[in-house]
């Protein structure tokens, strides 16, 4: 597990003005108390490295106290680089959620920026909200927790379940997931259920994934109008709200060219803090639905936590 040192805890009563170094700071769910950045929002508290800040010492010609950044946190080892939105920071009972890496620059209203003309905040701040309040202080430590993204993945398949033939499109989707979330530098574990073409088992693997608050739950096949395709019609009345458009692209754009895709009853949703995605069970089809569906994978799961991060 990673730590940082907390090299100066900083306050400021105004915004757009330097934070101030003091002994110690108190994290309240609104943020910094007393410090002009808390409320009920996503930016509570800002954080950065030393690092960031020697970097900018040779650019600014000068050296650059902890607070100058107007930074609530100012750490030592703290690589901007690893870290991703929903990690998360921990300092005994304090714990804080990462919402967003970098920021729009102040410009003129910026102390530094006025002096300097240019800020590390914008591109090596870091941002948080509080989970848990408590009392930080210089010289404590932040370990840090990169969120680890659980997905369950159903194949169903009568023929495959029984051992007739692999289960080629189950396998595709998990190879698929794994490449994207590392290539974002996202941590991932994948549950994976191959099951006969049974509603009973697919509805009690759903209230598990829900009941478990799994991040993405994507099923492969009983997505078309044969007599045992029920997987939509087990899916659809678990989901708080649908997301038609993906599906509704997907098949115009292959449709477009092949008008068997129109038929595919596919869906997306979400349920509770779930992602939900139901594909047709053809190796085929999982390479262009997840063409489409990982583009917005990451925006999506931001929005379902209250992230607006573009």
């Not at 009392?135 to 023929?159: A, C, N, Q, W």
Request: hydrophobic content about 35%.
């Amino acid at each position: 597990m990673e730590e940082f040192k907390v090299v100066s805890v900083n306050i400021s009563e105004t915004k757009g003005t330097v934070k101030k170094p003091v002994d110690g700071i108190k994290l309240t769910h609104q943020g910094v108390e007393g410090d002009a950045h808390s409320g009920p929002w996503n930016r509570q508290i800002s954080l950065l490295g030393m690092e960031s800040i020697r970097k900018f010492e040779q650019q600014a010609g000068r050296g650059i106290s902890p607070g100058e950044f107007a930074e609530n946190i100012t750490l030592e080892g703290f690589d901007y680089t690893k870290v991703r939105p929903l990690d998360r920071l921990t300092c005994g009972e304090v714990e804080i959620e990462i919402t967003q890496i970098g920021k729009e620059c102040h410009g003129t209203s910026c102390s530094i920026f006025k002096e300097v003309g240019d800020c590390v905040m914008p591109k090596e701040g870091i941002f948080a909200r509080v989970l848990h309040p408590g009392l930080i202080g210089k010289g404590d430590i932040l370990e840090f927790h990169p969120r680890m993204y659980r997905v369950l993945v159903i194949t169903l398949s009568d023929r495959a379940s029984s051992g007739e033939y692999e289960d080629r499109s189950g396998a595709r989707l998990q190879a698929l997931l794994r490449s994207f979330f590392s290539d974002n530098g996202l941590n991932l574990f994948i549950h994976y259920a191959l099951i006969p073409d049974d509603q009973y088992k697919l509805t009690e693997l759903v209230h598990q994934a829900k009941d478990e608050l799994v991040d993405l739950l994507i099923t492969t096949g009983g997505t078309g109008i044969g007599p045992r395709d029920f997987t939509v019609d087990v899916i659809k009345p678990q989901l708080d709200k649908e997301i038609p458009g993906i599906m509704e692209m997907i098949r115009m754009k292959y449709g477009a060219v092949k008008t068997q895709a129109l038929l595919s009853r596919s869906v997306a949703g979400v349920m509770g803090k779930t992602l939900v995605f139901t594909l047709p069970g053809s190796v085929k089809a999982v390479n262009e639905y997840m063409d489409e569906i990982l583009k917005s994978m990451l925006h999506l799961e931001y929005m379902l936590h209250g992230l607006d991060v573009h």
